[in-house]
C-alpha cells in the first residue's frame, strides 16, 4: 500500500441529498505501520440501517471514527455530508457526578444551546429511551441499559440526521440487549435517522438493520453485503422465523469465508 496525503472528511450541509455518508475506495494505515483498512466503498442513506460485522481487529471502528472526523483517511474520499450526527460508544461514557437529566443535556450544552430548550429536549429524549423517572440518578445507581439508555438519550437532543453505533450493547446481557434492539428500531422508525452500527452479534445485525455488511480480516474490506428484507417496524418474534435463522446463516457462512 503505497501512503498518500491524508482525507479528511468532507463535510457539507445537506441539500436535498439522501446520501449522508459517502466512502469511495477508503484505506488506513496507522503510523506504525498496521493497514487497518484498504479500498472501502460504503454509503449510507437517509432511512437507511447499515451494520457492518467482521472479525476483531478488522477496522470497524476505524470506519466510525472516519466517520465522526475523529481519525483521517490514508487515502480515497469520505464524504459526510451532515454535520448532525450522533455517536454512542461501547461504554456509555457517562460523567459520574451528573444526574440522567444533567448528562443527557451535556452534549446540547456543549453545542451551546439555550438552557431552556436543551432542557426540553432532554427531557424529550428521556421518555423516547424510557427513562422517565429516572431524571435525578446518577449513573451509579442505573443499570448497564439504563446508562447505555442515557448515553444514546444524549445524542438524540441534537437530532442527529446521521447516528455512529460502536457496539454499545456488546457488554450487556442477551435479554436487556435485545430489548435496547427493540428501542433502538423503535427510534429509527420514529426518526428515521440514517444508522452505521458496528457489532459483532450477525443475530443483532439482521435484526436491526436494512443492509449488513461483511467485512475480511486485516487489512478490512468489504467482502459481501446483504440487504435485508423484513419490513420495519419488525417484531421481535421474527427472530425465530425459518426466513431470518436463513439470513443469519448466509452472513455467518460470509463472515467465515472473509475471515480465512
Not at 437517509?46 to 483521517?72: D, H, M, N, W, Y
Not at 437529566?101 to 438552557?115: H, M
Request: glycine share 8%.
Amino acid at each position: 500500500m503505497t501512503t498518500t496525503a491524508p482525507a479528511s472528511p468532507t463535510r457539507t450541509t445537506p441539500g436535498g441529498t439522501d446520501t449522508l455518508l459517502d466512502f469511495q475506495n477508503v484505506a488506513m494505515q496507522f503510523p506504525n505501520g498496521t493497514i487497518a483498512l484498504q479500498g472501502v466503498d460504503l454509503t449510507v442513506k437517509r432511512g437507511e440501517f447499515v451494520t457492518v460485522v467482521g472479525p476483531s481487529g478488522c477496522g470497524k471502528s476505524t470506519l466510525l471514527r472516519i466517520a465522526s472526523g475523529l481519525e483521517q483517511a490514508s487515502e480515497g474520499t469520505a464524504a459526510v455530508k451532515t454535520d448532525r450526527i450522533g455517536y454512542v460508544f461501547q461504554d456509555a461514557t457517562l460523567l459520574p457526578w451528573r444526574t440522567v437529566s444533567d448528562n443527557v443535556e451535556l452534549l446540547a450544552e456543549l453545542n451551546g444551546r439555550p438552557a431552556k430548550e436543551r432542557r426540553a429536549k432532554a427531557q424529550e429524549a428521556i421518555e423516547l429511551v424510557g427513562l422517565s423517572g429516572f431524571e435525578k440518578n446518577l449513573p451509579k445507581e442505573l443499570s448497564g441499559g439504563m446508562r447505555m439508555r442515557t448515553s444514546l438519550a444524549r445524542s438524540l437532543t441534537l437530532d442527529p440526521e446521521l447516528f455512529l453505533f460502536d457496539e454499545p450493547f456488546g457488554a450487556l446481557d442477551e435479554i436487556t440487549r435485545e430489548r435496547l434492539n427493540d428501542e433502538l428500531l423503535r427510534l429509527f422508525v420514529e426518526k428515521q435517522f440514517a444508522g452505521l452500527f458496528i457489532t459483532h452479534s450477525v443475530s443483532e445485525a439482521v435484526y436491526l438493520s436494512t443492509k449488513v455488511i461483511v467485512m475480511s480480516g486485516r487489512p478490512g474490506s468489504i467482502v459481501d453485503t446483504f440487504d435485508v428484507p423484513f419490513p420495519m417496524p419488525r417484531s421481535p418474534e421474527i427472530r425465530f422465523e425459518a426466513e431470518f435463522a436463513k439470513l443469519v446463516g448466509e452472513v455467518s457462512h460470509a463472515l467465515r469465508e472473509g475471515h480465512r
